[in-house]
């Protein structure tokens, strides 16, 4: 009795410890984040850590980030980074093997991250942060449009095979192209030309599945390797998807997209997807479409399937004062208890006992194609000078598919544009 009751005053004064703390996190606006929020007064009144959180969209947390973490004061305890920015930040990242053991929830095995979304958070040697989710690209395919009998016969008519989710560009071209000149879609493909991270993750897309790395680290330094022939190639193929897109589709980003795809009566044939959106497509009070979609991995290129990755890392700034109490909550949230629940409210944690648990397999069909998606994972380039990059070939990408200036002279000015960044920098 008596050493129960030690122990019982050992652990109080563990959480007392930490109680009274408040830590600053800094999210991104994300289905995945929002939904996490639901559970924070649990993770507060388990350990008596007060969470103050921030959320902002992507650019703007870098932007936050790069005003308020230096390596003597930061306004977060916890951030949030892109895998593309890791490099920029990582030398004031406190490294996870220096991170607390963990008092009322234990330290994470970084083992539980899958394979595939792990090596976001690593940097010269370095595991810097904890990968928090499972985002890369999955496909969507409308399930009551290539499952239609009448489609399909005509479509096998036409084109002399068989109707089905697309495997190949070719096969989207000949797909989207069949349902939007009958009138069926009002888009064959959904493009992306948004934000710069991600139109630079399409254009990494189309320049790996035709055969052509963007950047490689060569000599402890970022070389530009791209290959323009290949690099044309995959430019145009996607100028010719966007002849079959939906009107307006030179500045489509999520928002439209998602409207594009579930509002219109008619919507998007096919286009990828972040897993934490696929909630709201398929949330029948918002979607037309749910429950008639197919989930995939990307369609393949002449030099194979590439699955664009774009996960987040949390992170503990070195100037932190508030370490422990960061590293609980980091701790909290990738849990099992904590991913089998965002699994459940369709978001996609990075832990890999939650995305392969067989009691999900029925009612999220879209997991079976986000774990075969990462065997095609494929990183954006990463290095200090990526943002400045992203908006060379933001720029000059949309200026080549939508025809504002020929594919050549887009490629070669994101090749020039690029080597005088590089240059610059001292590469």
């Known amino acids: 009795m008596k050493k129960a009751y030690i122990a019982l ?3 109080l004064a563990l959480v007392a410890g930490l109680s009274a703390q408040t830590i600053n996190v800094l999210f991104w606006d994300d289905a995945y984040p929002r939904t996490l929020m639901e559970r924070i007064p649990e993770f507060e009144k388990a ?29 977060y305890d916890l951030v949030c980074v892109d895998e593309g920015n890791i490099p920029l930040f990582a030398s004031l990242m406190l490294p996870y093997d220096q991170w607390a053991p963990g008092k009322v929830f234990k330290k994470v095995d970084p083992n539980t991250v899958t394979p595939a979304m792990l090596d976001v958070a690593q940097w010269d040697g370095k595991l810097i942060g904890l990968p928090i989710n499972g985002n890369l690209y999955v496909w969507m395919t409308r399930k009551d449009l290539v499952e239609n009998p009448k489609y399909k016969a005509d479509f096998k008519a036409q084109y002399g095979y068989e109707l089905t989710v697309p495997q190949t560009f070719q096969q989207l071209l000949d797909t989207g192209s069949f349902f939007q000149k009958n009138g069926i879609v009002s888009g064959g493909f959904g493009p992306f030309n948004g934000g710069p991270a991600g139109v630079f993750g399409e254009a990494i897309f189309m320049y790996e599945s035709y055969g052509t790395h963007f950047i490689e680290w060569q000599g402890g330094k970022p070389v530009l390797v791209v290959d323009k022939a290949k690099a044309i190639q995959g430019m145009d193929v996607y100028k010719k998807l966007m002849a079959i897109s939906p009107k307006g ?5 999520h928002v439209e997209r998602q409207a594009a795809f579930c509002a ?11 897993p934490a959106q696929i909630a709201s497509y398929e949330d029948p009070d918002k979607s037309l479409v749910a429950g008639k979609i197919l989930y995939s991995a990307p369609p393949a290129g002449p030099f194979g399937r590439y699955a664009v990755r774009g996960t987040w890392a949390v992170n503990i700034p070195t100037a932190s004062k508030n370490r422990d109490a960061a590293a609980e909550f980091v701790y909290w949230w990738a849990s099992k ?12 944690p990075a832990r890999t006992d939650a995305l392969t648990d067989p009691k999900f397999a029925k009612s999220k069909p879209w997991l079976a194609a ?3 998606s990462m065997k095609y994972a494929a990183a954006r380039p990463r290095f200090k000078e990526v943002a400045q990059v992203q908006d060379i070939v933001k720029k000059y990408w949309i200026m080549g598919i939508t025809g504002q200036m020929p594919t050549d002279q887009a490629t070669q000015k994101i090749i020039d544009e690029t080597n005088d960044v590089l240059k610059k920098a001292g590469y």
């Open 249 to 253: 589709a030179e500045t489509m980003a």
């Open 370 to 372: 986000i774990a075969e």
């Open 47 to 75: 350990t008596g850590i007060k969470v103050n959180f921030e959320i902002l969209q992507p650019p703007q947390v870098f932007t936050k980030t790069s005003v308020s973490v230096t390596k003597e004061r930061t306004d």
């Open 9 to 11: 005053v050992l652990a």
């Open 337 to 348: 208890d904590i991913a089998s629940w965002l699994v459940e409210k369709n978001t996609v």
């Open 264 to 274: 219109d009566p008619k919507g998007v044939f096919s286009q990828f997807i972040w």
